[in-house]
C-alpha cells in the first residue's frame, strides 16, 4: 500500500456540484497539506494541517475547504465546483522537521465542467 | 520576487548524456533545505535529492547529484548518463524554516524530453 493515498485518482464533475478528495497517510506524520498544480505555476499551496486540531489556509484556500478527521485523514471539499478548478491536486505528508520533503499522494486529477 | 526559479520549461538531452537542469532560489533564511522532485507523466511526485543550507557536499543520489552553489543561490540538479526513463517534469523545490512551519515553494518546473 502506498505511504500517502489519494482518492479518486481521476474525477470529472459538473459546475455547482460538492466534491470530496481525500487523503490517508501511514507515514505517521502529524503535519499534511493540499497542493494543487497547474500547468506553468508549479505547485501552490490551498491548506495545511499540523494536527487534527490544526486547520491553515494556504495560498490559495478561497473555494475549498477541509476537514482533519484523525491524525492520518484529511480531506479536501469544493463546496461548489468552478471550470477553474480544474487541476491536479495533490496531498503531502511531512514530520516535523522535513529534512526529506514532503511524501506526495499520487493525485487527483479533477476536472469541472 | 520568485522564491524559486527554473528558466528552462523545456529541454532536451540525447541518451546516454549529461544534462543540467537549472534552479536559482531567493530566501534570507540562514536555515533551508533544496529539493527536487520528478514528475513522471503519471503524475506521481517523486522525491529525487536533498541540499541542506549547511551541507558543504554536494548532494549525490545515485545518476543524481545536486550542484549546490549557495553565494549564487543556485541548486541544479544534473543527471548523469541520461535513461529514457529520465523524460518528466523536474521541480526545484525550498524548504524554509525549520519548525515552525515547513513552508515549501515550487518552481514552475522543467519538461525534460531524453531522445533515443
Known amino acids: 500500500d502506498a505511504d500517502v493515498t489519494q482518492t479518486p485518482r481521476n474525477r470529472i464533475t459538473k459546475t455547482g456540484k460538492r466534491i470530496m478528495l481525500e487523503c490517508s497517510q501511514t507515514?505517521?506524520?502529524?503535519?499534511m497539506y493540499w497542493y494543487r498544480q497547474d500547468p506553468g505555476l508549479g505547485l501552490r499551496l490551498i491548506y495545511y494541517?499540523?494536527?487534527?486540531?490544526?486547520?491553515n489556509k494556504g495560498e490559495i484556500s478561497d473555494g475549498y475547504s477541509v476537514s482533519r478527521q484523525a491524525q492520518a485523514k484529511f480531506s479536501l471539499s469544493l463546496e461548489s465546483a468552478i471550470p477553474n478548478q480544474t487541476a491536479l491536486y495533490f496531498c503531502?505528508?511531512?514530520?516535523?522537521?522535513?529534512?526529506?520533503?514532503?511524501?506526495f499522494g499520487s493525485g487527483t486529477r479533477l476536472t469541472v465542467v | 520576487a520568485q522564491k524559486i526559479t527554473q528558466t528552462q520549461p523545456g529541454m532536451f538531452v540525447q541518451e546516454k548524456e549529461a544534462v543540467t537542469l537549472d534552479c536559482t532560489y531567493d530566501t534570507s533564511d540562514q536555515s533551508y533545505g533544496l529539493f527536487w522532485y520528478k514528475q513522471p507523466s503519471s503524475g506521481e511526485m517523486i522525491f529525487l535529492i536533498y541540499?541542506?543550507?549547511?551541507?558543504?557536499q554536494n548532494a549525490t543520489e545515485g545518476r543524481y547529484s545536486l550542484n549546490f552553489q549557495k553565494a549564487r543561490k543556485s541548486a541544479n540538479l544534473v543527471i548523469s548518463a541520461s535513461q529514457l526513463g529520465d523524460s518528466a517534469m523536474y521541480f526545484c523545490?525550498?524548504?524554509?524554516?525549520?519548525?515552525?512551519?515547513?513552508?515549501?515553494?515550487f518552481g514552475s518546473g522543467t519538461k525534460l524530453n531524453v531522445k533515443p
Open positions: 523545490a525550498m524548504r524554509e524554516g525549520l519548525y515552525n512551519f515547513n513552508k515549501f515553494y
Open positions: 503531502a505528508t511531512s514530520d516535523l522537521d522535513a529534512n526529506y520533503g514532503y511524501t
Open positions: 494541517s499540523f494536527d487534527v486540531k490544526d486547520i
Open positions: 507515514k505517521g506524520h502529524d503535519r
Open positions: 541540499q541542506g543550507s549547511y551541507d558543504e
